[in-house]
């Protein structure tokens, strides 16, 4: 299938896995036993072993501080789980888009569409429900603002 789809699917699991560990641990206040089991079992670069020290971590900016030196310097400035995840966000779309755009294999290249297509079913969402809740247009917007990855 290629490195492009590789990557693609190694970004996705790693983006999972630390988001909801961040969550599980520290929204849920699961035990770290718990929050491992919740996991995706993975090879990435959060392989299972990892993960399971992590989740042993007793804060949010424990397990940032601990993450390997490419993955902190790509987080620098990220200070909760929310920012964690949009900034994760962001990046995915961004490669996405890249390989969207490139000669990768076809499999790829629809992953990457889908990657952009489910982000843009969940800002669907996020609106109709900001509606539903009453809020106002302008509170919506700011809640979507998202990255320049948008397919012109």
Same mark, same amino acid.
């Given at each position: 299938?290629g490195e492009p789809f590789r990557s693609l699917m190694a970004n996705l699991i790693d ?8 969550? &599980? ?8 036993? %718990?929050? &491992? ?9 959060? =392989? ?9 971590? *007793?804060? =949010? +900016?424990?397990v940032l501080g601990a993450l390997h030196a490419a993955w902190q310097a790509r987080l620098? !400035?990220?200070? *909760?789980? =929310? +920012? ?8 995915? +779309?961004? %490669?996405? #888009? @890249?390989? #969207? ?11 990457? &569409?889908?990657i952009l297509r489910e982000r843009d079913l969940r800002a669907v969402r996020a609106v109709?429900?900001? @509606?539903?809740? !009453? ?7 700011? +809640?979507? @603002?998202? !990255? ?5």
């Amino acid at each position: 299938m290629g490195e492009p789809f590789r990557s693609l699917m190694a970004n996705l699991i790693d983006r999972i896995n630390l988001v909801w560990l961040l969550r &599980y641990r520290f929204n849920y206040r699961l035990p770290p036993a %718990q929050v &491992y089991y919740l996991l995706v079992a993975s090879r990435y670069s959060l =392989p299972s072993a990892r993960l399971r020290e992590l989740a042993a971590l *007793d804060s =949010p +900016a424990a397990v940032l501080g601990a993450l390997h030196a490419a993955w902190q310097a790509r987080l620098s !400035g990220v200070k *909760d789980i =929310p +920012a964690v995840f949009a900034y994760m966000e962001h990046a995915a +779309a961004e %490669q996405a #888009l @890249r390989v #969207l755009r490139s000669r990768a294999p076809e499999i790829a290249r629809a992953f990457a &569409y889908l990657i952009l297509r489910e982000r843009d079913l969940r800002a669907v969402r996020a609106v109709l429900r900001g @509606r539903h809740l !009453g809020l106002a247009d302008d509170d919506i917007r700011l +809640a979507l @603002r998202r !990255g320049p990855a948008e397919l012109s």
